[in-house]
């Protein structure tokens, strides 16, 4: 079992910035991936940012391309999202997720859900114009 807890967050003006931590415990295998998705109301959770930790690969959406940065400290088991730039349309309640194993056969699969079996509860953030 993988428990991940995520914190940070927050509101903040459009062309701010903002970050969102993920603390994981549990069991994680060598090989598994970890992501941030959003998911706005009335809408589909979308694969925001992931990265596969055996070999450091990461992928983007589209939509947060040069905006946003995924990072991971292994040694304390915690995953970030630094958002910069902000847009009113980047406003969603923001998961962490685990998958546990993983074995993406490309970089984007990283941001898709079908690959991920652990999702923390979200933190909420609001960008306002």
């Known amino acids: 079992q993988v428990q991940l807890v995520e914190s940070g967050g927050g509101s903040v003006q459009a062309g701010g910035s903002l970050s969102v931590s993920c603390a994981a415990s549990?069991?994680?295998?060598?090989?598994?991936?970890m992501g941030w998705f959003r998911q706005a109301p009335g809408q589909e959770r979308e694969g925001v940012a992931g990265?596969?930790?055996?070999?450091?690969?990461?992928y983007y959406a589209d939509s947060v391309k040069g905006r946003f940065t995924i990072s991971r400290d292994s040694a304390k088991n915690m995953l970030y999202l630094q958002m910069n730039s902000l847009k009113p349309e980047d406003t969603a309640m923001y998961f962490c997720?685990?998958?546990?194993?993983?074995?993406?056969?490309?970089?984007?699969?990283?941001?898709?859900?079908?690959?991920?079996?652990?999702w923390g509860q979200g933190t909420q953030v609001t960008v306002s114009s």
């Open positions: 549990g069991y994680m295998s060598s090989r598994y991936c």
């Open positions: 997720a685990a998958g546990v194993p993983c074995f993406p056969n490309s970089p984007s699969e990283l941001v898709r859900p079908d690959e991920y079996n652990y």
């Open positions: 990265i596969y930790t055996s070999s450091g690969t990461t």
